[in-house]
């Protein structure tokens, strides 16, 4: 695999950003504020940086070696990038997010290539930014399943972190809470915005086949997709159900039913909830409404070549299943849907779509993933231990 | 994770009580007696046991109760600090949990003064020990089948994490002692010795009374710091992690365990802990809440010597004078105080378990 080595570039157009963002004002478009459609694809411009978080190279570095450290997590096997492999398109390459020991997760692990542009985090939107989506995972009890004192106790003995949180943050201590803000930093620079769309965007016309250039005509047109996924972002951000199937690991795997009711009882389902749940009701958990049972956040297109399965459940394991599924009207090759069909979208309807308009769909999905964002994991900063043993017998004699 | 700190005063109502409910010999100090019998229930007890011994009730599944309280070493740990949840160490001996039934205060700085339920919890959810979200526990208890029918048979419907809380503590009764020579009347001539020095000249009887053999009240005997809480750092960061969460001022500087300090913030309990039971040493070294002493003799000889050096040092230890042939008794009878091990199946759960969770069948037609 071409490794490309991008960190300069990265922290450089991290910089910029603040110059040019300013105060945290986006510069991409927001889906559904445009009048009488949905907001035409456009180039990603730089992502929003928040005014209490402002990106600094030395920032980035240490989110970049806090994102690869498990030691932030449980027992210290389980990071950020445990579950966000780089080569795995800074996510997991199975259905289910791998989860911490002991347990498997229960949603498709996202990347996080240009998660910065995201209002809500995770697939039914419960964070609403990066840095409350980075202490969520980092705790949660099948994700990382760390505790704020331990994990912060363990940076105060790691010297290199004690050096670089003093530099970054002013504090004598590593913080918890900036640790979730120097991830956050890391994470806004792994942006991707010189894909062949992109380009093409921007006047190269080359920069698409004439197949993909077709695939862009069916997106906008018969197929609908814009309808969602558009924007510079190529999602709406917003929550629909579009008629996924609950995976059938559920009934067939032990672990996966732990983590299932786990689930329903950690997101505070009522008891009745709980004996019936048999599928994600996604968005439901936000607000407790009915209308929103089934209804996940919609996915962006971009770098979608490299971070296969699809879905929140990954039910789907290459583009051509997820095309498939939507010239169905929102079915499995089964015949499988929501458990929610009176909560599924009326934009989903059966396409017509020829094998030929399918592949060139496909063309054009890819067209907006550039070259695979890889990177060295960082050697990472050992303990020491604080004190001396002169120190501490001086200690044991005053005592 | 959620921990319930008690207050000095519940510790000391709850000690007040057992005292007065044992007697007080003429010396003033409650008399080393028989442990009364503790009625259990044998379908709760089992499912304890199997619980205890369940590395899946932790959070990674990685350890069970058992890992750090061995039968072998009397539901202790043959290290001198407890080996703590993977990927951190700990900072305290592992205290035998033989008897622990009998106690009402728990933990080495006696920080848990209510019941064996809320130090159950204690264990299975403090990050540093077992890390478990009772909420996945209770979860994967549902997904055995095994569990299913013993939290059944045991009257406490579907598995869950009330009842784990109740199920330890119960298997926990059955772990008293059995056959001690104290106990049973056969104690050797050596050990008679002991015994009265240990009543007498020896001075221990002031904190070591009662059917226990302890006041279960805090006290400073100026035991030394064990460095590898601070020099290891995967010790170091449990103990930085307790003390942070448990609010001890100036933390990170911290070079001293500070005892039972940790519940009352009173500079007069700085260093002071929990007097353990003598009850089956025999099984449990080394010895003292950070397994500084690794053997009996040199606990009487470290009494002997006045204790360890600690300007809040308790006024009842101090040097003792005692002879050769004195300081053996004295180990005679403590070792008299140690009965049988309980390593045979009726204490330790022997069946394996299962490799994997079994998969619920029909599983979107029944009810979860």
């Given at each position: 695999m071409n490794l490309k080595k991008h960190t300069p570039t990265l922290v450089a157009a991290a910089v910029a950003t603040v110059l040019l963002a300013g105060?945290?004002?986006?510069?991409i478009s927001i889906a559904?504020?445009?009048?009488?459609?949905?907001a035409p694809l456009a180039p990603l411009g730089l992502p929003p940086i928040p005014p209490d978080n402002l990106q600094t190279p030395a920032k980035i570095e240490l989110g970049k070696l806090l994102f690869f450290?498990?030691?932030?997590?449980?027992?210290?096997?389980?990071?950020?990038?445990?579950?966000?492999e780089p080569d795995q398109g800074w996510a997991?390459?199975?259905?289910?997010s791998r989860g911490y020991p002991g347990t498997v997760h229960w949603r498709n692990s996202q990347t996080i290539?240009?998660?910065?542009?995201?209002p809500r985090q995770f697939w039914a939107g419960s964070a609403s930014s990066n840095e409350k989506q980075a202490k969520s995972a980092a705790k949660g009890g099948v994700a990382g399943n760390g505790e704020d004192d331990l994990m912060e106790a363990r940076l105060a003995l790691i010297p290199e972190y004690r050096k670089r949180f003093k530099e970054v943050f002013g504090t004598e201590w590593p913080h918890i809470f900036d640790v979730w803000h120097a991830i956050s930093a890391f994470e806004r620079s792994?942006?991707?915005?010189?894909?062949p769309m992109d380009k093409y965007l921007q006047?190269?016309?080359?920069?698409?086949s004439e197949e993909a250039v077709r695939g862009k005509s069916l997106f906008e047109g018969?197929?609908?997709?814009?309808?969602?996924?558009?924007?510079a972002l190529t999602s709406d951000t917003d929550f629909h159900n579009i008629g996924i199937p609950p995976n059938v690991r559920w009934e067939e795997d032990g672990l996966a039913q732990i983590t299932f009711r786990f689930e329903q009882y950690a997101k505070g389902q009522t008891e009745e909830g709980y004996r019936t749940a048999k599928s994600d009701w996604g968005f439901y958990y936000?607000?407790?409404?009915?209308?929103?049972?089934?209804k996940f956040r919609t996915a962006?297109?971009?770098?979608v070549k490299y971070t296969a399965p699809y879905m929140h459940n990954g039910v789907f394991y290459t583009l051509e299943e997820v095309v498939d599924f939507y010239d169905r009207?929102?079915?499995?090759?089964?015949g499988r849907t929501t458990d929610f069909p009176e909560n599924?979208?009326?934009?989903?309807?059966?396409?017509?779509?020829t094998d030929e308009e399918k592949s060139d769909l496909i063309a054009f999905l890819e067209a907006y993933s550039g070259e695979e964002i890889l990177m060295e994991k960082p050697e990472l900063p050992e303990y020491a231990p604080l004190f001396t043993k002169a120190q501490l017998e001086a200690a044991q004699e005053a005592k | 994770m959620g921990v319930l700190v008690t207050t000095g005063r519940t510790i000391l109502a709850a000690t007040i009580g057992l005292g007065m409910a044992l007697g007080v010999q003429a010396s003033g100090y409650p008399d080393i007696g028989p442990l009364p019998q503790l009625k259990t229930n044998a379908a709760k007890a089992e499912l304890g046991k199997r619980l205890f011994f369940?590395?899946?009730?932790?959070g990674d599944a990685?350890?069970?109760?058992?890992?750090?309280?061995?039968p072998d070493n009397g539901y202790a740990h043959?290290?001198?600090?407890s080996p703590g949840y993977p990927g951190n160490g700990h900072f305290r001996n592992s205290a035998s949990?033989?008897?622990?039934?009998?106690?009402n205060v728990w933990n080495w700085d006696g920080r848990?003064?209510?019941?064996l339920n809320d130090m159950t919890r204690e264990m299975l959810t403090e990050d540093y020990i077992m890390n478990m979200d009772m909420r996945i526990m209770q979860e994967r208890a549902k997904q055995d089948p095994v569990y299913v029918q013993m939290f059944k048979d045991a009257g406490y419907g579907e598995p869950s994490n009330g009842s784990v809380r109740k199920a330890i503590p119960e298997y926990l009764k059955t772990l008293t002692s059995r056959n001690a020579p104290f106990d049973t009347g056969k104690m050797s001539d050596s050990a008679k010795r002991g015994m009265a020095l240990f009543k007498?000249?020896?001075?221990?009887?002031?904190?070591?009374?009662g059917s226990l053999v302890t006041d279960l009240k805090a006290h400073n005997t100026?035991?030394?710091?064990?460095?590898d809480v601070f020099l290891d750092p995967m010790n170091h960061q449990a103990f930085v992690a307790f003390t942070m969460f448990q609010g001890i001022p100036d933390y990170m500087n911290l070079?001293?365990?500070p005892g039972y300090y940790n519940v009352?913030?009173?500079?007069?309990?700085?260093g002071k802990f929990v007097t353990p039971s003598l009850r089956e040493l025999k099984y449990t070294a080394p010895y003292m809440h950070n397994g500084m002493i690794a053997s009996l003799p040199e606990v009487v000889e470290f009494y002997n010597n006045?204790?360890?050096?600690?300007?809040?040092?308790?006024?009842?230890?101090?040097?003792?004078?005692?002879s050769g042939q004195e300081k053996k008794d004295l180990v005679a009878f403590l070792e008299a105080l140690s009965g049988d091990p309980l390593t045979g199946s009726g204490f330790v759960w022997s069946e394996e378990y299962p490799a994997e969770y079994p998969v619920i069948e029909n599983w979107r037609q029944v009810r979860n």
């Open positions: 105060f945290g004002v986006t510069s559904g504020m445009e009048k009488g459609g949905p450290d498990p030691r932030v997590g449980g027992d210290a096997s389980t990071g950020c990038s445990t579950c966000h997991w390459a199975e259905d289910f290539i240009n998660s910065a542009y995201f792994m942006v991707q915005r010189d894909t006047g190269d016309k080359r920069a698409l018969k197929a609908g997709c814009i309808q969602c996924h558009n924007g936000r607000g407790k409404n009915k209308w929103d049972r089934g962006p297109i971009r770098y009207g929102g079915f499995d090759e089964d599924k979208s009326p934009l989903i309807k059966p396409l017509g779509l | 369940d590395r899946r009730i932790s990685g350890i069970s109760c058992a890992d750090c309280h061995m043959p290290d001198a600090l949990l033989i008897n622990t039934a009998h106690k848990i003064g209510t019941n007498g000249k020896g001075g221990c009887m002031q904190c070591h009374n100026g035991v030394p710091e064990n460095f070079k001293r365990d009352t913030l009173e500079e007069q309990d700085m006045g204790g360890g050096k600690d300007s809040r040092k308790s006024d009842m230890v101090k040097p003792l004078n005692l």
